[in-house]
């Protein structure tokens, strides 16, 4: 079959390219087109954009780069109209997937969503365009069902996938790990500061701000595969270090991490390290959000999948250095550090076992 597949952030890169692994196990002859980034290339087919030419954050920015996103949207039906695919898979990005999603349903292409947009923090309006253009919804966190239930939508819990692509890897050498990025002997404490360069630089300006207090430690930066290497030698010295394209190893070799808040928060707590999840956006774009964010008591997965506050999240105001430096200070020197461990335990337990990509193709490949 031949299968159309836009995945817009990094995140739905891993994702989408281990689900095209697992629809090759069932379908040999799956074709792929797609959008996303190097790991569905990877897997095979044919890449027609890059995630990093779609990532626009926040309301500003999304307003100043309409014409880029509109003509986005152009070029990607103009595709699917010559391509003629059997199957659209979209992953998350619903701004985007849910306009492309209506132009393929009304060619007469089925249509599955893997990976929700989060509907149930936003937009719920939204719901009404997934009943009548999505064929198959496939939700990765439990408590999604029954959000889609309230609205009469059937949808399959697949399990999350980051429990995937994190049971496939190989065990890391610490003491490896640091000779080989040129680290010093100190114990690690990891920045994910996000993938887009004005978000990285506000974020990183920040975290940096509490190494005076942390002077055992070293500072290493989780550089993001969608920006150049050459970005981050400005944050760099003897205490503070950059490693590309490593965030897993990195991660596991830390003893904390100040995480920006998305996937990652997940990511970070699935790999067992304590972390404080942090997030500042332009002024206009948190008021505007805040607005229409409606029932949401945290920001970060880890606490909403848990129901209850398990990480610190630091937002907007609250973000400064005094706060970074009580909260990474817990997580390091105290009993809350056990106690966060402990309630990741319960957290992976929640989301099910692996096979979130295998459950997820087995559903794709038999839909009739």
């Not at 007469?108 to 309006?125: M, N, T």
Request: hydrophobic content about 40%.
């Amino acid at each position: 079959m031949k299968y159309y597949i836009i995945a817009g952030e990094a995140s739905g890169d891993l994702h989408a390219s281990n689900l095209m692994k697992a629809i090759k196990l069932k379908d040999p002859k799956a074709d792929f087109r797609f959008w996303g980034g190097d790991l569905m290339q990877k897997q095979g087919g044919t890449m027609v954009k890059h995630y990093r030419d779609l990532a626009f954050m926040g309301f500003l920015e999304v307003v100043q780069n309409l014409g880029t996103i509109l003509n986005n949207i152009k070029i990607c039906k103009k595709d699917i109209k010559e391509y003629k695919p059997d199957m659209l898979i979209l992953v998350d990005y619903p701004g985007f997937n849910l306009r492309i999603a209506k132009f393929a349903k009304d060619l007469g292409i089925k249509v599955v969503y893997y990976i929700s947009p989060q509907l149930w923090a936003w937009k719920e309006g939204r719901v009404e365009t997934i009943r009548k253009y999505v064929d198959e919804m496939l939700v990765i966190l439990p408590f999604e069902k029954d959000f889609y239930k309230k609205h009469d939508i059937e949808t399959h819990f697949v399990g999350h996938p980051l429990l995937d692509a994190i049971e496939g890897l190989q065990p890391v050498d610490i003491q490896k790990f640091k000779l080989e990025n040129n680290l010093n002997e100190k114990e690690i404490i990891a920045l994910l500061p996000g993938s887009r360069k004005q978000e990285v630089t506000k974020m990183l300006e920040l975290m940096l701000s509490v190494r005076s207090h942390f002077t055992d430690y070293q500072f290493v930066i989780a550089g993001a595969p969608s920006l150049e290497k050459d970005f981050y030698e400005q944050f760099v010295d003897d205490d503070v270090h950059f490693v590309s394209n490593k965030t897993y190893d990195l991660l596991r070799c830390s003893k904390g991490a100040l995480v920006t808040s998305g996937t990652a928060t997940l990511e970070t707590a699935l790999l067992n390290i304590p972390e404080v999840v942090c997030y500042r956006g332009s002024r206009i774009s948190y008021e505007i959000g805040k607005r229409l964010i409606k029932n949401i008591k945290y920001i970060s997965l880890v606490n909403l999948i848990m129901d209850k506050e398990v990480v610190a999240e630091l937002i907007q105001n609250e973000l400064n250095t005094d706060n970074l430096v009580k909260e990474l200070n817990k997580i390091l020197n105290t009993k809350k550090r056990e106690q966060v461990l402990n309630d990741y335990e319960i957290l992976r337990s929640k989301l099910g076992g692996s096979g979130a990509s295998y459950n997820a193709s087995e559903i794709i490949v038999n839909l009739k």
